[in-house]
């Protein structure tokens, strides 16, 4: 009964490659994200969807995809992977209309060799 | 942008002890939340606090919208409190959702 779970846990991968990362809420919730930590563990966000549409787009390569089939689900694909791009992606949700607490994903470590 | 200082940076505690995280930020928000990172990575979200006060077990926090500052109390502290806690604001005028992280304070609890 997990809230928001993201998988896979751990990816690794070389340099080039296309990869992705799946979230999933069962919270009800309307609006979700992803979130980016570096090593330093600052925690930046990336985009965020509210009901399948795109309302956050920081400045983040257009290597970086991001996908909601409906909005329990977002799917973040990443092209031809760089070695900056080795990180944790944390997913996130929340309810737009009552915004307060923002639940996270346990992350997905992204290391590129 | 809205600028987010926590502190200390960094904090090593004896089992038991009580500590307070400070969490400034520079303009007017209208969401605060503060979160725990603990050791295995996870984000648990610890409070929604925009002003006021709230208490959770040995963990409290009150916000002082107006001086620009909300704290974080640790009461008791145990070994699992150990780990990164994170102040994230939304400015007044920023878009809804988008929660600006301070760069935390890792907290280190001694048995």
């Known amino acids: 009964d997990t809230a928001v779970s993201q998988t896979p846990k751990y990816l690794v991968t070389q340099m080039g490659n296309d990869k992705s990362i799946k979230c999933e809420q069962n919270?009800?919730?309307?609006?979700m994200y992803w979130y980016k930590q570096d090593s330093k563990k600052f925690l930046k966000i990336m985009f965020s969807?509210?009901?399948?549409?795109?309302?956050i787009n920081e400045t983040v390569p257009n290597r970086f995809s991001p996908k909601s089939p409906d909005k329990a689900h977002l799917n973040l694909h990443i092209n031809s992977l760089e070695l900056g791009d080795s990180a944790v992606y944390f997913c996130?949700?929340?309810?737009?209309?009552?915004?307060?607490?923002?639940?996270f994903g346990s992350g997905t470590q992204l290391s590129v060799l | 942008g809205i600028q987010v200082e926590q502190s200390p940076p960094d904090l090593i505690l004896q089992e038991g002890a009580n500590s307070t995280l400070r969490c400034n930020f520079s303009d007017s928000v209208n969401n605060l939340q503060w979160f725990h990172q603990n050791p295995w990575g996870q984000l648990i979200n610890l409070f929604y606090i925009p002003s006021g006060t709230k208490q959770n077990g040995r963990l409290s926090a009150t916000t002082v919208a107006t001086e620009r500052y909300s704290l974080l109390y640790i009461s008791s502290s145990q070994t699992t409190d150990s780990g990164v806690y994170f102040c994230?604001?939304?400015?007044?005028?920023?878009?809804?959702?988008?929660?600006?992280f301070g760069q935390g304070t890792t907290l280190q609890v001694k048995p």
């Open positions: 994230a604001v939304v400015p007044g005028s920023g878009n809804t959702g988008k929660l600006i």
């Open positions: 969807y509210n009901n399948k549409e795109l309302i």
């Open positions: 919270l009800g919730h309307d609006t």
């Open positions: 996130a949700s929340s309810n737009e209309a009552r915004w307060e607490k923002l639940f």
